[in-house]
T-cell receptor, first 115, second 113 residues
Framework: DGGITQSPKYLFRKEGQNVTLSCEQN?????MYWYRQDPGQGLRLIYY???????QKGDIAEGYSVSREKKESFPLTVTSAQKNPTAFYLC??????????????FGPGTRLTVL | AQSVTQLGSHVSVSEGALVLLRCNYS??????LFWYVQYPNQGLQLLLK??????LVKGINGFEAEFKKSETSFHLTKPSAHMSDAAEYFC???????????FGKGTRLHILP
């Protein structure tokens, strides 16, 4: 079955550590996205990528980094510069073109807790 | 710039009653609109989407939404609520030549027995 996988489902981090969240898709989608979800705040866009080796900052990119070396993979690193990283992180992908009516498909999420 | 406003962060309805979740959008160009559902500790799942083909859109699990340009609204409805409908619902908007989808803050639906 085609879909998006995120790992791990739960992640615990000590303050000052960098951690990397995995996102893989086998839908052959061009665009991939990372969102952060906090209670009552909806989904906030961290980074997105429309093509391999290219990505753009979203609304809350500070303290995060990404790479897009392969079409199917879009890992997110939460660095020690992110002051409040405890949250639920969602990865999504989307087929590009010909119009904007293609929906995003979401992974199951990773819950990150800083101890 | 486009935006989405969902009225009511929490909505409670009795089992068997009408479900109405409100969404208003702001866009200077024709929008494309989506409703997603999220169950606890899971990702989002598409319920339905408006792509200008028809103003009344039917989705999964008995949900439907009507696009009303004059009211800039895209409210989600279901005639009879079921306990399994308890979840968080997100309205979202996308416009041409923009690879981003803008999400509302969500409405948590509670079903009362």
């Amino acid at each position: 079955d085609g879909g998006i996988t995120q790992s791990p489902k739960y992640l615990f981090r000590k303050e000052g550590q960098n951690v990397t969240l995995s996102c893989e898709q086998n839908l052959n989608h061009d665009a991939m996205y990372w969102y952060r979800q906090d209670p009552g705040q909806g989904l906030r866009l961290i980074y997105y990528s429309q093509i391999v080796n290219d990505f753009q900052k979203g609304d809350i990119a500070e303290g995060y980094s990404v790479s897009r070396e392969k079409k199917e993979s879009f890992p997110l690193t939460v660095t020690s510069a992110q002051k409040n990283p405890t949250a639920f992180y969602l990865c999504a992908s989307r087929l590009k073109g010909p119009g904007p009516y293609n929906e995003q498909f979401f992974g199951p999420g990773t819950r990150l807790t800083v101890l | 710039a486009q935006s989405v406003t969902q009225l009511g962060s929490h909505v409670s309805v009795s089992e068997g009653a009408l479900v109405l979740l409100r969404c208003n959008y702001s866009s200077s160009v024709p929008p494309y609109l989506f409703w997603y559902v999220q169950y606890p500790n899971q990702g989002l799942q598409l319920l339905l989407k408006y792509t200008s083909a028809a103003t009344l859109v039917k989705g999964i699990n008995g949900f439907e939404a009507e696009f009303k340009k004059s009211e800039t609204s895209f409210h989600l409805t279901k005639p009879s609520a079921h306990m399994s409908d308890a979840a968080e619902y997100f309205c979202a908007v996308s416009v041409f030549r923009d690879d981003k989808i803008i999400f509302g803050k969500g409405t948590r639906l509670h079903i009362l027995p």
